[in-house]
């Protein structure tokens, strides 16, 4: 299975998801069943730290925590609710990884952000769709990890949001070993033409907000241009 293929079942997980997000589910059981929907469709496991979605919402979206210390939270989810889900599987080691946040409101979910009713949630998608326009536009063949981070910062504060990453990065490469991840940061001068594919995933709010937002992506370059996996 190629990556892409891996980010296929990613996508065909998130779709399975908003069709059974109803308010009063718990999110372990979402988690539970993600987790399920993954291994009966292509996976084999989950790469980081044997988890396969990582599921937060409302207040706890601004949360980013390390798979060591992650536990879900046995919360219900809301009539009007925010949730985060971040998928990892794996199969024969080639990884899979996306996030998205999706929107409930009135008891569904609003799969059309223009029609979000609440104006700091469907500004933060929003905001999300423009941070990965941004870097598709940025990066070139030449350019590296480390540059990468300082021009997405710059554009996280410039648009009056923080950069929520536990570690302040904003995505990493993908390998068949999450010990040898590098990561877009300060001070690596990698290219990220270099490295096989990368995830982008910005998880950012406003200052002092309750909620988080957070959309991953993993890249490619091909013949010098850059897409999506």
Known sequence: MTIHEMQNLNRATIDYASTIIVPGM????????????????????????????????????????????Y????RLIGFNDIITIDLSPQKNYV???YARTLIIENGSIVKNIGRIQN??????????????ESMLTFVNENTTF??????????????????LDFLGNLGHSIVSDKKHRVYIEEGNTEKL?????????????????????????????????????
């Open 146 to 163: 480390e540059e990468l981070f300082y021009y997405i910062n710059d554009r996280i504060k410039s648009r009056g949001y923080v950069n």
């Open 26 to 69: 718990s999110l372990v059981e979402l988690r539970n069943l993600c987790e399920a929907y993954m291994l009966s469709h292509g996976a084999d496991s989950f790469w980081y730290w044997d988890i396969g979605a990582f599921v937060f919402s409302g207040d706890k979206t601004t949360v980013s925590v390390s798979g060591l210390e």
């Open 95 to 97: 990884w899979g990884d």
């Open 71 to 74: 536990k879900t939270d046995d």
């Open 193 to 229: 033409s270099a490295v096989e594919a990368f995830t982008f995933e910005p998880h950012i709010s406003l200052p002092g907000s309750l909620y988080g937002f957070k959309r991953e992506d993993i890249y490619s370059f091909g013949k010098g241009i850059i897409t999506v996996l």
């Open 119 to 132: 104006v700091e949630w469907r500004n933060g998608l929003i905001m999300e769709e423009y941070l990965h």
